[in-house]
């Protein structure tokens, strides 16, 4: 199965970007980059995906990288409510396209 | 509101009691998982269900019992659980199975065994 590697906690200031890093470095060629956060007492959320070219949605952009190895979600101006556990994922076809979470990268925003 | 509604919020039970988790979704959905996030751990995906059949079974003991009846509704049987099973267990639903649509998750059933 395709693995990703998130950094274990990152911090923020309120209303800066915010730029969560995600390595993918043995993603196969038609493996989904998805991306979920996790509010605290609730169930994940969807964030945002892509296969190949960058995103946009009202949440976040995905910058992906030329080499599909590495991904970056992209917070434009961070909230206190966008504190929260944020996930990597790659949809892995071989598993009919479960979502199988890692540890994500749990971030903390200061006022 | 997701659109997933989990039944109870909570729960606590014994180790010889039988209880039954109730996930429901009218969203149209055809995918529908459990998921089970123990303290400090990542969800663990338990079972998957596409089109009513089951299509993953992550290696979860006989204790666990999965049902679903119609695509829009997902129970989890629980009888003799451990204390270790004490979790937050969360039911997740999808438009299908494939890997580029977007799951919806209800805000789960924090169990605890005693």
């Known amino acids: 199965d395709a693995k990703t590697t998130q950094p274990n906690s990152m911090e923020s200031n309120e209303e800066e970007p915010v730029h969560l890093p995600c390595n993918h470095s043995t993603i196969s060629g038609t493996d989904y980059i998805h991306w979920y956060r996790q509010l605290p007492s609730q169930g994940p959320e969807y964030v945002i995906h892509g296969l190949t070219s960058n995103v946009n949605n009202r949440m976040a952009s995905l910058a992906i990288a030329e080499d599909r190895k590495s991904s970056t979600l992209i917070l434009h101006r961070a909230t206190l409510r966008d504190a929260a556990v944020y996930y990597c994922?790659?949809?892995?076809?071989?598993?009919?396209?479960?979502?199988?979470f890692g540890k994500g990268t749990k971030l903390s925003v200061k006022p | 509101e997701t659109g997933v509604t989990q039944t109870p919020r909570h729960l606590v039970m014994g180790m010889t009691n039988k209880k039954s988790l109730k996930c429901e979704q009218h969203l149209g959905h055809n995918a529908m998982y459990w998921y089970k996030q123990s303290a400090k751990k990542p969800l663990e995906l338990m079972f998957v269900?596409?089109?009513?059949?089951?299509?993953e079974n992550n290696s979860v003991p006989s204790r666990f019992s999965p049902e679903c009846p119609n695509s829009s509704h997902l129970f989890l049987h629980l009888h003799t659980l451990q204390p270790e099973d004490s979790a937050l267990y969360l039911c997740?639903?999808?438009?299908?199975?494939?890997?580029?649509?977007?799951?919806?998750f209800g805000q789960g059933t924090r169990l605890t065994v005693v």
């Open positions: 269900y596409n089109f009513k059949e089951q299509t």
């Open positions: 997740a639903s999808s438009q299908d199975g494939t890997r580029n649509t977007e799951a919806f």
């Open positions: 994922i790659l949809r892995d076809r071989r598993s009919q396209g479960n979502l199988i």
